[in-house]
């Protein structure tokens, strides 16, 4: 009889759910995806009972229940710290409500599974970043591995040191609240006028536009110490003492303003959400990403000074900064380096069920993650009859082709011909990343069509770039000193000679956060660009997320509404094509595109 071991992330942003059978992943999905709310926090009731009808399975299949927290972690440490320092009753208050949520999800638990209270698996708290570290490490190729997870903070911890062999992690050091990467990140990223919960990456993206006139000024944010550790020069933070406003209820995670009056003293005013970024920002955007690629690599070192391991296993909230995760390989000793795709806190419910099985019930390790398509999957056949119905102002021409190739070839012939297609296909991916199942699709040699995009279809900053997916076989051809990545974490330098090239993938500081696709992970994607490159000689697409400010589309009737109310050119809803134009009686009145 198969065991089953159902992991969560709970009363945190990005909550989600994965299950393992017998140590296998069978399917992991975040809740946002089914509330349409970006990282959905609370308690992830639908991903719960998703992933247990992609499995097949009842909750009383479950036998073992891992949480990606243990309120009892740390105990001695928060309270030395309460005592010394003083916070404010409102923090200390706040982690406690939070905390008394975590160690009585029975509830909501029981709910979620379909089963009596009385009748709920066995349940095992997991330290937040041991969760971190095993949802790198135990999914990995490595045999063996150093290991490190790097975020703003969980369980009171921020950065975490580990060394990984065969079904077993052994926690080497720590740093501790309220010294983080992750919230130093988060200060300025904030100062800089991004207030959202994950803004971060949008700072990440700006950073190239500017220049390092601001680096002494931010490295006074922190110390690096021996070992690789660091320190917060925390009379410029306030996340210590104040009383930073969290909620990590159902809805969307809020946090309130980190930094303290002394950030402003030294860099200036903070910007306005609403007032327009100039080179001072981008400036400041560029030096906090230089002072933290700095810091991390010391991190790094310290670590390899440790365990002396060639490969590196990265996850954290950190480790989804993909431009630093690039230069790993560069800044320290190790040669391979492993991300799996959801390496924010979403990625802690895999973390988290790979943790008891290997560390608690002491399984050996089976299996590798090679792909990311571990979510749902849908029939579209049911919303096929509604698009002629859908919209006044358009015609519908809808082509079944007989062959999932077939569809590839179509969909390569519409990108190579200057059109932005909507691609639809398998099984949901799972993490932040679009990855060739959920994706929006477009020629990358077209330099227009970056700013085409983010202004007519994604509704977003002109200054965020997009992603290139390339044949795993032609990655070198077109990277300088790349790895393959078919996660796409991971920025490098694209060749002085393509950046000509394929433009629309190609950021200001000439690189690219690619992602190698191969007919062994997804053969469809693969068809695709392998037959964009028969017709224009570049075995490259442009690959963004198949959104508008919105989470990824799960269902065939969300990529739908995504592309009526777009101005994607085509859909591909797995074998069906759907092309538009005008309708005829309001082309007659002046309807454009």
Same mark, same amino acid.
């Given at each position: 009889?198969?065991?089953?071991?159902l992991g969560i992330n709970a009363y945190h942003g990005d909550v989600s759910a994965a299950l393992l059978r017998d140590g296998?992943?069978?399917?992991?999905?975040?809740?946002?995806?089914?509330?349409?709310?970006?990282?959905?926090?609370?308690?992830?009731?639908?991903?719960?009972?998703?992933?247990?009808?992609?499995?097949?399975?009842?909750?009383?299949?479950?036998?073992?229940?891992?949480?990606?927290?243990?309120?009892?972690?740390?105990?001695?440490?928060?309270?030395?710290?309460?005592?010394?320092?003083?916070?404010?009753?409102?923090?200390?208050?706040?982690?406690?409500?939070?905390?008394?949520?975590?160690?009585?999800?029975?509830?909501?638990?029981?709910?979620?599974?379909?089963?009596?209270?009385?009748?709920?698996?066995?349940?095992?708290?997991?330290?937040?970043?041991?969760?971190h570290l095993a949802s790198a490490f135990f999914v990995s190729p490595f045999a063996s591995a150093a290991c490190c997870a790097?975020?703003?903070?969980?369980?009171?911890?921020?950065?975490?040191?580990?060394?990984?062999?065969?079904?077993?992690?052994?926690?080497?050091?720590?740093?501790?609240?309220?010294?983080?990467?992750?919230?130093?990140?988060?200060?300025?990223?904030?100062?800089?006028?991004?207030?959202?919960?994950?803004?971060?990456?949008?700072?990440?993206?700006?950073?190239?536009?500017?220049?390092?006139?601001?680096?002494?000024?931010?490295?006074?944010?922190?110390?690096?110490?021996?070992?690789?550790?660091?320190?917060?020069?925390?009379?410029?933070?306030?996340?210590?003492?104040?009383?930073?406003?969290?909620?990590?209820?159902?809805?969307?995670?809020?946090?309130?303003?980190?930094?303290?009056?002394?950030?402003?003293?030294?860099?200036?005013?903070?910007?306005?959400?609403?007032?327009?970024?100039?080179?001072?920002?981008?400036?400041?955007?560029?030096?906090?990403?230089?002072?933290?690629?700095?810091?991390?690599?010391?991190?790094?070192?310290?670590?390899?000074?440790?365990?002396?391991?060639?490969?590196?296993?990265?996850?954290?909230?950190?480790?989804?900064?993909?431009?630093?995760?690039?230069?790993?390989?560069?800044?320290?000793?190790?040669?391979?380096?492993?991300?799996?795709?959801?390496?924010?806190?979403?990625?802690?419910?895999?973390?988290?069920?790979?943790?008891?099985?290997?560390?608690?019930?002491?399984?050996?390790?089976?299996?590798?993650?090679?792909?990311?398509?571990?979510? /749902?999957?849908? #029939?579209?056949?049911?919303? @096929?009859?509604? %698009?002629?119905? !859908?919209?006044?102002?358009?015609? $519908?021409?809808?082509?079944?082709?007989?062959?999932?190739?077939?569809?590839?070839?179509?969909?390569?012939?519409?990108v190579a011909t200057g059109h932005v297609v909507g691609w639809y296909q398998g099984r949901m991916e799972w993490g932040a990343?679009?990855?060739?199942?959920?994706?929006?699709?477009?020629?990358?040699?077209?330099?227009?069509?970056?700013?085409?995009?983010?202004?007519?279809?994604?509704?977003?900053?002109?200054?965020?770039?997009?992603?290139?997916?390339?044949?795993?076989?032609?990655?070198?051809?077109?990277?300088?000193?790349?790895?393959?990545?078919?996660?796409?974490?991971?920025?490098?330098?694209?060749?002085?000679?393509?950046?000509?090239?394929?433009?629309?993938? /190609?950021?200001? #500081?000439?690189?690219?956060? @690619?992602?190698? %696709?191969?007919? !062994?992970?997804?053969?469809?994607? $693969?068809?695709?660009?392998?037959?964009?490159?028969?017709?224009?000689?570049?075995?490259?697409?442009?690959?963004?997320?198949?959104?508008?400010?919105?989470?990824?589309?799960?269902?065939?009737?969300?990529?739908?509404?995504?592309?009526?109310?777009?101005?994607?050119?085509?859909?591909?809803?797995?074998?069906?094509?759907?092309?538009?134009?005008?309708?005829?009686?309001?082309?007659?009145?002046?309807?454009?595109?």
């Open positions: 009889m198969a065991t089953y071991v296998q992943l069978v399917a992991a999905v975040e809740e946002e995806r089914f509330r349409r709310i970006k990282h959905w926090a609370g308690f992830p009731t639908l991903a719960i009972r998703s992933v247990l009808e992609m499995a097949g399975i009842r909750g009383q299949d479950v036998r073992h229940v891992a949480v990606s927290r243990d309120p009892k972690a740390n105990l001695l440490r928060k309270g030395l710290f309460t005592i010394r320092h003083r916070p404010d009753p409102r923090l200390v208050l706040d982690r406690m409500r939070n905390a008394g949520k975590v160690r009585d999800l029975h509830g909501p638990l029981a709910t979620a599974l379909g089963v009596p209270r009385d009748d709920l698996p066995t349940i095992h708290y997991v330290e937040h970043h041991p969760a790097i975020d703003g903070f969980g369980d009171f911890v921020s950065t975490s040191f580990a060394i990984g062999s065969r079904h077993q992690l052994e926690v080497l050091d720590k740093v501790y609240f309220p010294h983080s990467l992750g919230l130093m990140y988060t200060a300025v990223t904030q100062f800089l006028g991004f207030h959202g919960y994950g803004d971060e990456f949008k700072v990440m993206g700006l950073a190239p536009y500017g220049r390092p006139r601001h680096v002494d000024a931010v490295r006074q944010l922190v110390r690096l110490t021996d070992g690789g550790k660091f320190e917060l020069s925390l009379d410029y933070f306030r996340h210590w003492s104040d009383g930073v406003e969290m909620e990590w209820d159902d809805g969307y995670p809020t946090l309130g303003r980190v930094y303290s009056d002394r950030l402003t003293q030294l860099l200036g005013p903070a910007r306005e959400p609403s007032a327009p970024l100039t080179a001072r920002e981008e400036d400041i955007a560029h030096s906090l990403q230089v002072v933290y690629e700095d810091c991390a690599m010391h991190v790094l070192n310290g670590l390899w000074e440790q365990t002396r391991q060639d490969a590196v296993c990265l996850a954290g909230g950190c480790a989804m900064n993909s431009v630093a995760n690039g230069k790993v390989r560069q800044r320290t000793p190790f040669t391979s380096v492993y991300i799996q795709p959801a390496a924010g806190d979403n990625g802690t419910a895999l973390g988290a069920a790979c943790y008891v099985w290997h560390e608690t019930l002491r399984h050996e390790r089976a299996f590798v993650m090679e792909h990311a398509y571990w979510g /749902t999957s849908h #029939d579209v056949e049911r919303v @096929l009859a509604s %698009v002629p119905d !859908r919209d006044d102002h358009w015609e $519908y021409d809808i082509e079944r082709c007989p062959t999932s190739a077939d569809a590839a070839r179509v969909a390569a012939s519409l990343r679009a990855l060739g199942n959920r994706s929006i699709l477009a020629d990358p040699r077209r330099s227009d069509v970056r700013e085409l995009i983010n202004t007519k279809i994604k509704f977003r900053e002109r200054f965020r770039p997009f992603a290139p997916s390339i044949a795993e076989e032609a990655l070198h051809d077109y990277f300088d000193d790349a790895a393959p990545d078919p996660f796409m974490q991971q920025v490098y330098p694209v060749r002085s000679n393509k950046r000509g090239v394929i433009p629309a993938v /190609t950021h200001v #500081d000439g690189s690219g956060r @690619l992602q190698t %696709v191969s007919a !062994r992970t997804n053969p469809t994607y $693969y068809a695709l660009i392998k037959e964009f490159e028969k017709l224009t000689g570049v075995p490259v697409v442009l690959n963004t997320s198949f959104n508008e400010n919105e989470p990824i589309v799960d269902t065939p009737e969300q990529a739908l509404d995504c592309f009526m109310r777009t101005r994607m050119d085509a859909i591909v809803l797995h074998n069906a094509v759907i092309r538009r134009q005008p309708a005829e009686h309001t082309a007659a009145l002046g309807v454009a595109r």
